[in-house]
C-alpha cells in the first residue's frame, strides 16, 4: 500500500473535518469501468474516489470485501500522487461544495417554515374574510330589519294622525 504524505493547507482553506460521502455526484459507478482490478479475493475491485485530507480526488481500488468481513485488504491507487497544490484545491473545492450544500440545506429548511407561515397567514386571512361576510350578511340583516321597522313606523303614525284627525273633526 502506497503511502501519500504532504500538507493540505491552503491560505483559503475552510475547516478540514472527514468527508463521510462524496460532496459530488460520482460520473460512473464504482464497478463501471474496464480493465478490472481484481483482488486477492477474486472479485472485481470497486473504484472510489477518495476525499481525504491527504488525497482529496485521487481514485483508488479496494476489496469489495475489506470493510464488511474483512476481504484480503487489496488498496491500490489508480491515479499518479499530485502536486500539493493540486491536492489543496482540490480540497478546498470539496471544502466549498459541502458548505454550499450545507448552505443550500439551511436555505431550503427556512423555505418550508416561510412557507408554513405563510400558508398559516393565508389560513388566518380566510377566517377573517369570512368574518367579515358574516358580519356584512348581519348588517344587510339590521338594515332590512330597519327599513321594516321604519315602515311599521310610519303605518303606525299615519294611523295615529288619521284617528286624531277624525277624533277632531267629529
Known sequence: MEHRGGSSSSRVSCSRAPVSSSPIPYREMSLDYL????CHCGLKAPRWIS????????RYHT?????????CKLFVWHDPLTTTFLRELIG?????CLKWRKENEVLKAEAAN?????TE?????????NKVLSLEDEVKT?????QNQKLVNFVLIFMLV?????VMSV
Not at 35 to 38: R, T
Not at 92 to 96: G, P, Q, V
Open 92 to 96: 478546498d473545492l470539496r471544502d466549498f
Open 142 to 146: 339590521t338594515r332590512k330589519e330597519l
Open 162 to 166: 288619521s284617528v286624531i284627525y277624525a
Open 114 to 118: 416561510v412557507e408554513m407561515q405563510l
Open 51 to 58: 476525499w481525504s485530507v491527504l488525497n482529496p480526488g485521487q
Open 35 to 38: 480493465q478490472a482490478v481484481i
Open 63 to 71: 476489496c469489495p470485501l475489506r470493510r464488511g468481513s474483512g476481504g
Open 121 to 129: 397567514i393565508q389560513k388566518r386571512i380566510a377566517e377573517e374574510e
